[in-house]
């Protein structure tokens, strides 16, 4: 019995990974539409994200479950109250590459990124692909060591962030509001997906050696 237990338990981490292999295509998708303005890359990712949306019910209805028909010891109960969390996380990422993909559609035949400005965003997109990939990873292996630096490795996109400002901010800046909302709208979702995966790394610690990521 125990043994079926906890392999339902690895294959909800495994959905978990699978759920963060589709985000990594969404965010990739979105990022591929606002570089070129292409309309239909940028549909799939937004009606894509019902997939994602799908999952996340699934890995939902299979924790409960296992959380009614079972007697979970502590280290059990830890794994699966980390999954119930980490699966809405993967979600907002998810959720934050439509909201890039929407930007992106909505400038369509132009792009919403100014060309002075395409470096840095491309950047900062390669960086969030990087963290949902290394967070996938570290969701299969519960890699401790690798958890905690991606814990640290989101300095990147801080810096990027606080430049993208910058330029915004610039007496150079000649495009206009609408545009600068939309490049401040983008680094924020950029951000975010990158603290969201880095907050599940914090989960995965927790759930291997019942500290917070801040303790180790």
Known sequence: MRKAFSDELNATFDDLADMCALVESAVNGATKALMTGDASTAEKVISGDAEI???????????FTLLSLQAPVASDLRLLVAALRMVSEVERMGDLSVHVAKIARLRVPDLAVPAEMLSIMQRMA?????????????IISRDVEAAIALGRADEEMDQLRRQSFAELLSDNWTHGV?????????GRYYERIADHAVSIASRVVYVVTGHRLEEQ
């Not at 949306?53 to 924790?63: A, G, L, V, W, Y």
């Not at 390669?126 to 570290?138: C, F, H, L």
């Open 53 to 63: 949306d799908k999952m996340r019910e699934r890995i939902e209805e299979e924790s």
């Open 126 to 138: 390669e960086v969030a692909v990087d963290m949902v990939t290394r967070v996938r990873q570290i």
């Open 178 to 186: 609408e545009p600068a909302v939309d490049i401040a709208l983008l």
